[in-house]
Structure formats: structure tokens, C-alpha cells
């Protein structure tokens, strides 16, 4: 799990979504929520925060996003062809572990880099958020 909030913030954020889940299918308190938020294809907490920071990594290398997000991110060049066409992004260096990671011009390379090939690939928007959410529910549920 990356450390975009502080852990008891995600307990308390995962505490409200798996409450809704449960108000909204009806179970029990103590029946196991998984299945359910499977069944919702929801995203848990964590990996729904990876979701939002990868879509915006996405719209900063495709020109849709605030320059201001854009001049966070610096593409990953390299003289050979092969590895020059990975689409990857070079990670600043922090010195915070707490606070610096949890930066976006930190975690959104990380997270960037981490996706599988065909995903960093250009592809539409909607192309993109599809297969994002898949590699992710795969991610959390499989």
C-alpha cells in the first residue's frame, strides 16, 4: 500500500466507503465486505487514490492537464530504442519519506512506472481509465 495518506486517514476513509457499501447492499456488520465491494466494482481506498494521481499523470503527458502539473513531471530519456519507447518518468529525489513521497511530482512517476507496458502506452482517455480500472480491481480483488 503507497502511503498517500497518513494510515489512520485511509482506515477512516476505507471505515465510510465499506459503511456505504453496506447500507447500499444491505449487509450485515459483520459479513465480509470484499465481495461486496467487488460486487460494486468499487476501488478500495488506497488503490482509488492511485487512480485519480495515474489519471493525472495521464492528461500532464497528453497535454490536458494545468501547466502547472505538467512542469512537475520530467519523461525519462534515454539513446537506447528499445527502453526509449517505455514512456517512463524519472522520480525526483526526496528527503521526506512521510511528506515528500506523498508529493505528486514524487508519487505519480512511482505509480507511472509501476503500470504494465500497455497502459503507459499513448491511448485515449477513455482507453486509458478502462484499463486502468481493470489492472486495479485486478489488483485488489485477484
Not at 109 to 119: I, K, T, V
Request: proline share 7%; net charge positive; hydrophobic share 35%.
Amino acid at each position: 500500500m503507497n502511503n498517500h495518506l497518513p494510515g489512520r486517514s485511509l482506515q477512516r476513509l476505507q471505515h465510510i466507503q465499506n459503511s456505504a457499501a453496506r447500507i447500499l447492499m444491505r449487509v450485515r456488520k459483520y459479513d465480509h465486505i470484499t465481495p461486496v465491494l467487488q460486487s460494486l466494482h468499487w476501488l478500495p481506498v488506497h488503490l482509488r487514490i492511485e487512480y485519480k494521481i495515474l489519471l493525472h499523470t495521464h492528461h500532464c503527458l497528453h497535454g490536458e492537464a494545468p501547466t502547472y502539473l505538467t512542469e512537475l513531471l520530467t519523461p525519462h530519456t534515454t539513446s537506447r530504442t528499445r527502453s526509449g519507447q517505455s514512456h517512463r518518468l524519472c522520480p525526483p529525489r526526496t528527503k521526506l519519506k512521510t511528506m515528500g513521497d506523498r508529493a505528486f511530482q514524487a508519487a505519480a512517476p512511482r505509480l507511472w512506472n509501476a503500470l504494465p507496458d500497455h497502459l503507459r502506452a499513448p491511448q485515449t482517455e477513455d482507453v486509458f481509465k478502462k484499463g486502468l480500472k481493470t489492472f486495479l480491481f485486478r489488483k485488489a480483488y485477484f
